[in-house]
């Protein structure tokens, strides 16, 4: 069939037509940015626009439009979103700082549940607070000055001679074993630096933030996804501050400072050495544990352990179960999921799907009379869940031994729904999570929700014959959980075991980039699976066999000898 009009050479149109998801079309002049084409939606859309879904890749706003286009907006109530916005406000932060301390070093270390980065200072005394609100209110003259972000992409030479220049080692560190021959710098005024990923076209969409004094540093709170444009307050992290010290005396001793410096020494041979030494803390904290728990073991009759997916949660229990039978203890591991209620009395979500997650998933009452029963020294049937049919049946009779405790593992450790009856001081809560990881230097984070992002592409891939892609898209529902249901009772656990190992993203590279890699172009999940074969870019690879058998990142990558460990009830 024969087309209506006869194909023929034209001149290109001064327009361009970009095409929403919603099938409506917006035109405008050939060149213009994602930023004025978006312009449009803001009324509509409540969350801020920071950036854009260009043909199915993600852009930042400054984008131009130079052909026709299938566009979408990305908003800071996306995690994408949200992003760019903390990538771009840690830059106007470090910018400020700079301009008022510029004999200090600013860190951007760990975060913070309710929205923002704890941050230190080094080669200077602490902040006080009238520093603190001078530094807050510096940032907010360059937001109302709207000052333009501008981005180049310089030779690699280049960059590492103005880094020398600066004084900046840490940066050096990280671009000694940069393969590409360029980087990405951006400038706000006279400041240059490297920030992974994209940002914001300028300061005036950095409108919500502040600096609030914590221990001896202080946190650079923003807004949570959820109420993007809003401050949540500041809980008490006193917990878990001691923890992220803690991790910094491990990286202290292990000299290493960053992922420049782990580079390094996987470079010159020390990989054995790094491997060894932090599994030996990581024991040694295990072990710590284990203590206390022997100190209270004439009151604690149950150990109740959470932590949010792919945390090792299950290899810290055994690991901690050696450590309390080799102090005389012997634990009973009982297991949560046994206590589903049966598939028809299981709540559904906002979606209309089953809500496994929520702790109304649970026969809760029924767990707490066979915890008193147990405990009292009577012979209890436990419930068996079967997944496969939805229904709960009677499982193994269990008596337990004179001294025994009980260990109880799942997401709802710490919720005090979960055992409302139960005495309070016969529990030793423990939360389990990657809290803090080794950061690329001082103003780039590793996310620790990557990682664990991470370790389970690398384990559903081997256990469960997942995709990354078929990962990736659960991920957010499964994160969506961790914050309903783990975060908000993460202060409520005795004491906290940060399962990161500063060498685990080496170990897990060879392992993820492949998987990472056949994540098809032009799928959502492909803008993730690209965003973390960036990430993973930077670290040397480190060969998986090296690393011990009873290591807890064995539970992802396979191998472990504690897979088929376990303890038995009288």
């Known amino acids: 069939m024969s087309p209506k009009k006869p194909i023929q050479f034209t001149q290109p149109r001064e327009t ?3 095409h929403l998801p919603d099938g409506r079309v917006l035109t405008g002049p ?5 930023e004025e084409f978006l312009k449009i939606l803001h009324d509509e859309i409540a969350a801020p626009i920071v950036g854009a879904v260009i043909n199915g890749q993600l852009r930042e706003l400054t984008y131009h439009l130079n052909y026709d286009v299938r566009i979408r907006p990305v908003t800071m109530a996306e995690a994408d979103g949200m992003r760019f916005y903390r990538r771009s406000l840690t830059f106007l932060l470090e910018t400020a700082f700079q301009e008022l301390f510029p004999q200090a070093i600013l860190a951007v270390d760990h975060s913070i549940a309710s929205g923002g980065y704890f941050c230190q200072v080094f080669n200077s005394p602490a902040l006080t607070e009238p520093q ?16 333009p972000f501008q981005k180049e992409k310089v030779p690699l ?6 880094f020398k220049a600066e004084g900046h080692q840490d940066k050096l560190n990280l671009l000694e074993h940069r393969q590409k021959p360029y980087l990405i710098l951006y400038s706000l005024g006279d400041h240059r630096d490297y920030h992974h990923g994209y940002m914001v076209p300028s300061t005036g969409y950095l409108e919500w933030f502040k600096l609030s004094p914590m221990g001896d540093g202080f946190v650079l709170q923003f807004p949570r996804r959820h109420r993007p444009t809003e401050i949540l307050p500041l809980p008490d992290y006193s917990t878990l501050l001691g923890t992220f010290r803690q991790y910094g005396d491990w990286l202290q001793r292990l000299g290493i400072e960053n992922v420049g410096t782990l580079n390094q020494a996987i470079k010159n041979g020390r990989t054995q050495s790094i491997i060894l030494i932090s599994e030996a803390l990581h024991e040694g904290r295990i072990s710590e544990i284990a203590s206390m728990i022997a100190e209270r073991i004439e009151q604690v009759r149950v150990i109740l352990i959470a932590g949010p997916s ?3 949660k299950t290899t810290f229990s055994k690991r901690l179960t050696v450590q309390l039978l080799a102090r005389g203890i012997s634990p009973f591991p009982l297991e949560m999921d046994n206590y589903f209620v049966d598939r028809e009395d299981t709540p559904r979500d906002e979606n209309g799907d089953y809500d496994f997650e929520t702790i109304k998933a649970l026969n809760t009452s029924r767990l707490g009379e066979d915890l008193a029963a147990l405990i009292a020294g009577q012979r209890v049937q436990l419930p068996r869940y079967d997944f496969h049919s939805g229904k709960s049946g009677p499982g193994e009779v269990v008596h337990l031994r004179p001294g025994q405790i009980i260990i109880l593992e799942g997401i709802h450790g710490l919720n005090p729904e979960l055992l409302p009856d139960f005495p309070m001081e016969q529990t030793f809560r423990i939360y389990v999570s990657a809290l803090t990881q080794l950061n690329l230097d001082w103003h780039n984070r590793v996310s620790t929700t990557d990682t664990r992002l991470i370790r389970r592409i690398v384990r559903d891939a081997r256990e469960r014959g997942y995709s990354a892609q078929d990962t990736i898209r659960r991920w957010e529902s ?8 783990i975060f908000p009772f993460q202060n409520n656990a005795d004491v906290m075991f940060n399962s990161a190992l500063v060498y685990e993203l080496a170990a897990l590279k060879p392992l993820a980039e492949p998987l990472l890699r056949q994540v098809p172009f032009g799928k959502p999940e492909h803008i993730e699976a690209k965003r973390l074969l960036a990430l993973l870019e930077w670290f040397r690879p480190l060969e998986p066999h090296t690393i011990p058998d009873n290591s807890l990142l064995r539970e992802f990558i396979g191998g472990s000898i504690l897979k088929d460990f376990k303890i038995w009830g009288g």
């Not at 030479?157 to 103005?162: G, T």
């Not at 499964?478 to 249901?485: A, D």
């Open 16 to 18: 361009v037509e970009a």
């Open 30 to 34: 050939r060149g213009a940015t994602a």
């Open 132 to 147: 603190l609100a001078e530094l807050e209110a510096h940032m907010r003259r360059l937001v109302k000055a709207d000052i």
């Open 157 to 162: 030479d280049e960059a590492i001679a103005y």
């Open 310 to 312: 792919s945390s090792g």
């Open 478 to 485: 499964v994160r969506r959980g961790e914050k309903r249901y």
